[in-house]
C-alpha cells in the first residue's frame, strides 16, 4: 500500500498492489473485514509464471520511483507457508511507482526467475547493488575512499 502522509495525522491511501501470499484468492487466508480492501486479491502471473510467495524483502530506488521485491523471507518460514516457491524458485520484481499521482503498478517487463538458476530452484532473499539505486545501498557509494580511512 502507498500512502500520502502530507497531513501526518491523515494518511491517504494513493495505491495498493497485491500479487502471491496468503490473502490471494483460493489462498489459505480470507479477508472479512478491511476498509481499504473491497475483494480478495486474484492470483498473478508474471512472464506465464504463477507468482508463488509473496512480497517480502523490499529496496526503494533513491529517486522513489522503482520498488524492487523478492518474493523469499526466511527459507524456514517459506517452507511452512509457501511450498510450492520452495519447489520453483522465489522470484524478483519492480513494481513502478508513481509518486506524484499516487498508484503502483507491476512492471511487466522485468522478472528474475530465480527456479531458473543453475543449480537451481534458489530463494533469493535481499537484493543489493552497489554502487546504489537503493536505499539501503547508498552507504557503498564512497566505498574505496571510505576503506582508506
Known sequence: RQYDITDTRNPVMTGQIFFGGSVQEGGPVTVT???ELSIQPGVRYAKGKRIEGAPQMLQLSLDGKRLYVT???FSPWDKQFYP????KGSMMFIIDVDTKNGGMQLNNDFM???GAEPGGPVLAHEIRYPGGDCTSDIYVADMEKKSKM
Open 71 to 73: 518474493t523469499s523471507l
Open 84 to 87: 510450492e516457491m520452495c519447489n
Open 33 to 35: 473485514k478491511d476498509k
Open 112 to 114: 528474475v526467475d530465480f
